[in-house]
């Protein structure tokens, strides 16, 4: 029976484990293995990844930048200091956002940018969760005043803003990274290309789905955010190519997952084509995989999508269990943590 109440996926946490540094080297995180078939966990390094691919298999990564999405400014009203986030952009100068003051914001609220105080933004629209759409005066000054996004759950600021890029980023959009990523080094990468292991490039970018928890007692209740994506005709080509010859297709995170999976569930039969378009597909147990063989992914938080996801893929009982395992043995959790190999 599918479980669609979100109390059974929540999971007591140590605050400990909760990682608060990127790992270092990138590559030096644990790796728990997940082998679905047989209920099997087993505790590697994330660079022993190369004894469970082999040549043919097919790695898909999301290639997403992380923009300098946090911002700060001044109220025009009060002289009180907001946060700004931006979320995804609409069109020129035009952002749904999120954004943190004590006082209510209202539609009409003005405020000066702080690192700039030239560039004004002017809420223009409330929207459902919180989401504001803000018009900027100039938006292409934003990124020389934002800082990066980081979770709410890590307090300090990096030394290295790079270090919350995956070192294949290469088209920016997102407001969180893809973390899966986060632990692939060019070296490891040259290796798994060396085996024989294809590795192709999709784009999603990464918005509010990823952090904001579900909050409402029935999972299918949760409202799902549209992400902009794109699969473009390589990728397309070598994924569809490898499941007719019955190679196995891993998605390196959630990200990847949710758009290839989209794309699959908007094709007449379940081929993958050249494609772009919005992501708003909430995938959880009960849902039938159409592309996906394995994922590489981290250890998500209670209550949300991510985790819900994984369930959906590997069982929520085998989910479990590896994550009390990850619990008992300290893995370190959430963005800058350890990963998951799920086959």
């Known amino acids: 029976m599918t479980l669609l109440k979100t109390s059974d996926y929540d999971y007591p946490l140590p605050q400990e484990l909760i990682a608060q540094t990127p790992i270092e080297p990138r590559d030096h995180s644990r790796l728990l293995v997940t082998n679905r078939a047989e209920g099997s966990l087993t505790h590697r390094r994330f660079t022993d990844l190369t004894d469970y691919l082999k040549a043919g298999d097919v790695l898909v990564f999301n290639n997403s930048r992380v923009i300098r999405a946090r911002l700060f400014a001044t109220r025009q009203d009060n002289g009180k200091r907001i946060e700004i986030l931006l979320l995804r952009r609409l069109e020129t100068n035009l952002w749904e956002c999120l954004i943190g003051s004590k006082k209510r914001v209202e539609n009409g609220m003005a405020a000066s940018m702080e690192g700039n105080t030239e560039i004004s933004a002017e809420v223009v629209e409330l929207r459902q969760a919180g989401i504001r759409v803000v018009r900027f005066s100039d938006e292409t000054a934003l990124p020389e005043i934002g800082l990066m996004p980081l979770p709410p759950y890590i307090h300090a600021p990096l030394a290295d803003p790079e270090r919350y890029q995956t070192v294949y980023s290469a088209i920016e959009g997102s407001v969180a990274a893809p973390t899966a990523g986060l632990h692939f080094t060019p070296g490891l990468l040259d290796k798994l290309k060396g085996m024989g292991v294809l590795c192709v490039f999709v784009t999603l970018h990464v918005g509010l789905n990823t952090f904001r928890p579900v909050q409402v007692d029935e999972i ?124």
């Not at 994922?295 to 269990?321: C, E, Q, W, Y």
């Open 220 to 343: 299918t209740d949760h409202p799902i955010f549209p992400e902009y994506g794109v699969i473009d005709k390589f990728a397309a080509q070598e994924i569809n190519r490898a499941k007719k010859e019955g190679r196995r297709v891993i998605c390196v995170g959630t990200t990847s997952v949710r758009l290839v999976e989209s794309a699959a569930h908007a094709s007449a039969n379940g081929a993958l084509r050249e494609w772009d378009g919005w992501v708003n597909d909430f995938i959880y147990p009960g849902y039938q995989f159409k592309v996906m063989e394995g994922m590489i992914t981290n250890f998500h938080l209670p209550k949300s999508t991510l985790l819900m996801l994984v369930s959906a893929f590997a069982g929520r009982d085998l989910i479990f269990k590896a994550y009390q395992e990850a619990i008992k043995e300290e893995y370190r959790f959430y963005s800058f943590g350890d990963a998951m190999l799920i086959l």
